[in-house]
Nanobody, 126 residues
């Protein structure tokens, strides 16, 4: 059974940095799609960053140049390095994974992911 566990959230001031981690387990596939999503209070969940097993990445416009997604395949761990954080980045952050052959067509689309973590809270104060 695939399991995703996020960590690294916290409270920072505007302009600060955080690195989120997502430890994945329970799968043997070498081909995957993984992503970070976030959901702020009263808002829909939105895709933030995507990575495929070959290193291809995609970012939401709102985080381009500030966030970097990466993956350590040996450790089965997904990361999200967040810099220049803004109050509008405040949200619960979730990692998601899928292993179906067509998952790349989804990238930042919530419906393309079968597996989700429980989330880690990021709060940015002004």
């Amino acid at each position: 059974q695939v399991r995703l566990v996020e960590s690294g959230g916290g409270s920072v001031q505007t302009g600060g940095s955080l690195r989120l981690s997502c430890a994945a387990s329970g799968y043997t596939y070498s081909s995957y799609c993984m992503a970070w999503f976030r959901q702020a209070p009263g808002k829909e969940r939105e895709g933030v960053a995507f990575i495929a097993n070959d290193g291809i990445t995609t970012y939401a416009d709102s985080v381009k140049g500030r966030f970097t997604i990466s993956a350590d395949n040996a450790k089965k761990t997904l990361y999200l390095q967040m810099t220049s954080l803004k109050p509008e980045d405040t949200a619960m952050y979730y990692c998601a994974a899928d292993f179906r052959w067509y998952c790349r067509g989804g990238a930042l689309k919530e419906s393309y992911y079968n597996y989700w973590g429980q989330g880690t809270q990021v709060t940015v104060s002004s």
